[in-house]
Structures are given as C-alpha cells and as structure tokens.
C-alpha cells in the first residue's frame, strides 16, 4: 500500500534562528493525520532540524546530495553526510536543481544509485516545462525523465522511490495544474511504470504533486485517485499554510 505524503521543500529559505522557529511551531500545530509529513530545510541547518524534531512525527530531508562517496567536490554533500545526522531520505532532480545547476538525467541516475547503494530513500522530481506542454510533448517528456533516471532501478529498488510530479511551469507562478491535468498525468506515469516493470511496482508507488500547491487548492488535488501528496515549496514556509495543506489531505 503506498503512502501519503506531505513534504516542505524550503529551497534556499529561512536561516538557523528561522528555521527553529517555524519548527516549532509546526511542531505545536501539526494535526493528527496518517499522512507522512516531511520537511526539508536548507543544509546547515538540517541537524539542528534532526535534533529539533527528534520525539516529533515530523521527518527532516534533505534538498540534494552529490553521488560521489566523498572526495575533492567542494561546496557538495554526500550520502554519508547526511546519515550521519540522521537524515535518510533525499530529493533527487528537483527542477531548480536542473535548470539552474546543470543537473542532466545522467547526473540524476547516478545520485540515485548512489542514495539507494545507501538505503536512502529518494524522492525524485521531474516535469515538464511550460512549453513541453504547449506543443503536446508533455507526456514523453516525462517518461524520458523517468526511464534515463529510474526505468534501469529493479523491483527491490522501487520501494524506496517515492515520486514528485512537477510541472516547471507551475513551480512558484501561483499557476497550478488542475486537478484534472494532475490526475491525467500520475494515471500516465503509473501506466508508463506497469509497462516497464509491472502493475505492484505502479500501483505502490506513492506520486506526489508540486507547483504552487495552497491551501485553497490542496484538498481538490489531494481528491485525486493517483495523487498521493504534495512536495510543497512556498506554502511550506508558512506554518498555517502547511498545516492546512495537511489538513486537506
Ligand atoms: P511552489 O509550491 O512554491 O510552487 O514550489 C513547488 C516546488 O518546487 C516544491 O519542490
């Protein structure tokens, strides 16, 4: 059975004294739900984050690791790195981390292997841009995403896969796909998945939706048959806001 999930993806937000304080008051007002909920903070601040949040349901991830065990990359993480302060969960291939710092779907494959040679677990981000969509290439866009950076995982592998469905074009535009066009493209990429493996590895894997996700809109998406969460970017930075988008799941 797949999971819910509702993650916070800080991007390069809030400092130290910033971060502890909207921990603390997620902490105070985060609801009963059975959904997951995740938050990734900036990197030096996820182990204040790890200890802030050690007796609470709250998980702390990470935005980004390089591939390589350790070694003369500066200004990088490692897997290891963030194990080491209890962090075990990755997002992998954000589109910020595609457009803006030249990740290929070569460099994604291999960050992935490498967070999965760790047992982590990846959450992993692609999507189409806006005008991927206009000229109808929205589709195979998405499945060459999928199959350069996941299609050679085997079944084992998958279930430390969690998926984020995130349309460039709705990333902090305030645009947000309907919950129609949501819906048509995780129903796709389950299809895309049960053709390459099979119908237990699709159907347990949980997709999540991202681009600007809001309270306002959260629970119509979160309705969805294949929309099992949100990785939520603004939103996630103010407390009330990510509460309410818990809610509506
Ligand atoms: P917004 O919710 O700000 O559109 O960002 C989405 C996102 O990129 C989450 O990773």
């Known amino acids: 059975m797949r999971s819910k999930i509702v993650a916070g993806n800080w991007k390069m937000n809030k400092n130290i004294a910033e971060t502890e304080a909207l ?16 938050v990734a903070p900036a990197f030096v601040n996820l182990n204040a984050a790890v200890r802030h949040l050690e007796s609470s349901a709250i998980e702390v991830i990470a935005q980004n690791m ?12 490692s897997a290891d790195m963030l194990l080491s302060i209890g962090i075990d969960t990755v997002i992998i291939g954000h589109s910020e981390r595609r457009a803006y710092f030249g990740e290929t779907d070569e460099i994604l494959a291999k960050k992935v292997t490498a967070a999965l040679a760790k047992n ?10 806006l005008e991927d969509r206009k000229s109808g ?8 995403q999928l199959k ?38 995780h129903a796709f990429i389950r299809k895309t998945i049960a053709e390459a ?6 159907k347990n894997v949980s997709i999540l939706y991202g681009g600007s ?10 309705s969805k048959p294949d929309v099992d969460g ?14 309410a988008i818990i809610k509506a799941i």
């Open 213 to 222: 996700v809001k309270p306002a809109n959260a629970a119509e998406i979160f």
């Open 23 to 38: 921990l603390v008051e997620l902490s105070a007002k985060l609801p009963d739900t059975t959904a997951e909920v995740m």
């Open 148 to 185: 350069n950076a996941l299609f050679s995982l085997d079944a084992q592998q998958w279930r430390k896969i969690v998926l984020a469905y995130e349309p460039v074009w709705a990333i902090g535009t305030g645009e947000t796909a309907s919950p129609e066009q949501a819906q048509e493209m």
């Open 197 to 202: 493996y099979d119908n237990s590895i699709a």
């Open 137 to 144: 290439n929205h589709f195979d866009v998405v499945e060459s």
């Open 66 to 77: 390089h591939f390589a065990e350790s070694g003369a990359y500066t200004g990088e993480i």
């Open 230 to 243: 949100g990785l939520i970017g603004g939103a996630a930075l103010v407390a009330d806001d990510f509460v």
């Open 120 to 129: 982590m677990r990846v959450m992993f981000c692609f999507g189409e841009e």
